[in-house]
């Protein structure tokens, strides 16, 4: 996995950016737009869909290279058995009506979680998408849909035992960086910013383990009012902050200056 090495005054101080290299985003509140204007859930869920666009647009225009957004937690499957039915035919239809637009525009599509139980037809979609997709360098899109952080973890570990139970790694020797390579976000960088929209304030079982340094920024704007100017607000928190990765402001300072 890309991540600042947090030893090192020096490395920090070089990922100190006016624009994060990757932003993750907890899509909330499309029900609650929906029900505020006394329209069905799914009608947040789709005009959601709307500034998605916007935002993957937003993002090459400021040079973000990886947007991670929560589309569907694995805890999801327990809402209402027709608002899952709704939110898949909606996912379906957003690979089928969007996928070409983001190749066209240079974006690499990619979806992590445990996509099985979405069923043959999604599936094939988003395999279809992601190797259409592969070879483009604007920005990459990370999908979330059916995933969780502890599912990650706990996918991640149970290689690990794999491994050890094969002889191939010994046990004694495994570190934070051993569990790397199997998890969801292998070989992309750690989020820099993490955006909750919805007015609530928690990551949900997203993400866990990677956004163990993540500057958070929390709003209660609902997603389908989150727009442009809303998201440069987001930028311009972020902007103004000092990471230190548990270093302290003086080495920061002193690295600065040497």
């Known amino acids: 996995m890309d991540k600042t090495d947090i030893t090192d005054p020096a490395a920090v101080l070089a990922a100190k950016s006016a624009v994060p290299r990757h932003v993750a985003v ?10 505020s204007r006394g329209l069905p859930r799914i009608a947040g869920h789709r005009k959601g869909v709307e500034r998605v666009r916007e935002m993957v647009t937003a993002c090459v225009e400021k040079g973000v290279t990886h947007l991670t957004l ?15 039915q709704l939110l898949k035919e909606l996912f379906l239809t957003a690979l089928e009506n969007e996928i070409r ?9 990619h979806v992590i979680g445990d996509i099985g139980r979405f069923g043959e037809k999604i599936t094939a979609r988003i395999q279809q998408a992601e190797t259409l997709t592969r070879d483009n ?13 502890r599912w990650d973890i706990a996918q991640a570990c149970a290689e690990l035992a794999r491994r050890a139970v094969r002889g191939e790694i010994d046990p004694g020797s495994i570190t934070e960086e051993s569990l790397d390579p ?19 304030q928690r990551v949900s079982n997203f993400l866990l383990w990677q956004l163990a340094y993540t500057e958070m920024y929390f709003t209660p704007v609902l997603w389908p009012d989150f727009d442009r100017a809303q998201f440069e ?17 003086e080495q920061i300072e002193a690295a600065r200056h040497a």
């Open 182 to 200: 199997f998890l969801s976000m292998a070989g992309i960088p750690e989020p820099d910013l993490f955006i909750r929209t919805g007015g609530e």
């Open 101 to 109: 637009k983001l190749h066209k525009n240079n974006v690499l599509f």
């Open 233 to 249: 607000q987001a930028l311009v928190s972020f902007a103004g902050r000092q990471r230190r990765f548990g270093l302290t402001g």
């Open 26 to 35: 907890i899509m909330d509140g499309n029900g609650r737009w929906a029900r």
């Open 70 to 84: 929560f589309a569907f937690s694995s805890e999801n499957w327990r809402r209402p058995a027709q608002e899952v």
């Open 137 to 149: 360098t604007a920005l990459m899109l990370t999908i979330a849909a059916n995933y969780g952080g």
